[in-house]
């Protein structure tokens, strides 16, 4: 399941991950996405991982549809939560697009995480 957060930054889509995700699910960050993209020129993502248990076959194809598509589009990711999770998809994400910048935080960290993502990047302001 796929849950918006309610952020204070504009430029930021927040998103808490539990359970198993699926082609569905996916639609709820793309709406959001594609939304704030209406006045934003690059967005930065906020992920909580919260007793994650992976993509199904669809859904994991659908997110990658969904990447492939706004990838140019993202500077930052924060992902909190198990770095087994973390782990795995940057080690995909960063070799299929390598000019996204990603950083994980521990649960403990959160507050930490939230700052990181809602700087700007630099590149954007010239």
């Known amino acids: 399941?796929?849950?918006?957060?309610?952020l204070p930054f504009p430029h930021v889509v927040g998103v808490r991950v539990s359970g198993k995700i699926?082609?569905?699910?996916?639609?709820?960050?793309?709406d959001e996405v594609e939304r704030k993209l209406i006045d934003e020129?690059?967005?930065?993502?906020?992920?909580e991982l919260d007793h994650f248990e992976g993509f199904t076959v669809r859904g994991w194809l659908k997110?990658?549809?969904?990447?492939?598509k706004y990838i140019n589009r993202f500077s930052r990711t924060a992902?909190?939560?198990?770095?087994?999770?973390f782990n795995r998809g940057t080690a995909l994400i960063t070799r299929v697009f390598?000019?996204?910048?990603?950083?994980?935080f521990i649960p403990?960290?959160?507050?930490?995480?939230?700052?990181?993502?809602?700087e700007r990047d630099l590149g954007t302001f010239g």
């Open 63 to 68: 997110e990658m549809r969904f990447l492939a």
């Open 79 to 85: 992902i909190t939560g198990e770095a087994r999770w």
């Open 22 to 30: 699926n082609h569905n699910d996916i639609e709820v960050i793309l």
């Open 98 to 104: 390598p000019n996204i910048e990603i950083e994980h």
């Open 41 to 47: 020129d690059s967005l930065n993502i906020f992920i």
């Open 1 to 6: 399941m796929l849950e918006l957060l309610a």
């Open 108 to 118: 403990l960290q959160r507050d930490e995480a939230l700052i990181w993502v809602s």
